[in-house]
């Protein structure tokens, strides 16, 4: 079975720094997705930036980019020019592109943002 | 209403109480889902809904009864918990089925507490 890991529970990052959150999973699979979902105090989670493990390039929107490294089965993310909305829960999840659209969650990074 | 609904927010049961959770989506999407989400574990996928038909029960046990009467509308039916079922419960919907079928929206969530 996948499982997905963050190993960090709290990350703290200054107004208008970067930080770069961790996430590495366990797959035996060479096709799948991967993602990363903002959940903000108020619970509604949103997906912030996906990446297809066929594609090499590093997926960016905004100022949310992944560092994919496949090999290593690794997938980080960073924010750049941290805002005080960003200020959140992060996950990192996994999708199998063959077993439908079950999706395995890390168990989460809290990002805090210092004014 | 927009996106993913569910209602109520807030529920507080006793272990012998019968409630029901509702999740509504308004983006004509095909799959539904419900998550559990404890305190320090990571989201716990628990029923997932193609086509109105069950596809996935990730051994969640029998006092969690889902119904899905429509593609828009899921409910959680409740009877019997136990304290430790005290949680947030989300619901997510997709498109399955096509090429960029795997962003799930969230909804607000669920607020549970187990009496």
């Known amino acids: 079975a996948q499982t997905v890991t963050q190993s960090q529970p709290e990350m703290s990052v200054q107004e208008a720094e970067t930080v770069t959150l961790s996430c590495t999973y366990d797959t035996s699979e060479s096709d799948y997705y991967l993602f990363w979902y903002k959940q903000p105090p108020s619970r509604q989670m949103i997906l912030v930036i996906r990446q297809e493990a066929y594609k090499q390039q590093n997926a960016t929107e905004n100022r949310f980019s992944v560092n994919f490294q496949k090999a290593a089965k690794s997938f980080s993310l960073k924010i750049s020019d941290s805002q005080l909305g960003d200020a959140a829960m992060y996950f990192c999840a996994y999708r199998s592109a063959a077993a439908g659209n079950k999706l395995t969650f890390g168990g989460g990074t809290r990002v805090l943002v210092k004014p | 209403e927009t996106g993913v609904t569910q209602t109520p927010r807030h529920l507080v049961m006793g272990m012998t109480n019968k409630k029901s959770l509702k999740c509504e989506q308004h983006l004509g999407h095909n799959a539904m889902y419900w998550y559990k989400q404890s305190a320090k574990k990571p989201l716990e996928l628990m029923f997932v809904?193609?086509?109105?038909?069950?596809?996935e029960n990730n051994s969640v046990p029998s006092r969690f009864s889902p119904e899905c009467p429509n593609s828009s509308h899921l409910f959680l039916h409740l009877h019997t918990l136990q304290p430790e079922d005290s949680a947030l419960y989300l619901c997510a919907s997709s498109q399955a089925g096509t090429v960029d079928s795997n962003e799930q929206f969230f909804g607000p969530g669920t607020r549970l507490t187990v009496l």
């Open positions: 809904y193609n086509f109105k038909e069950q596809t």
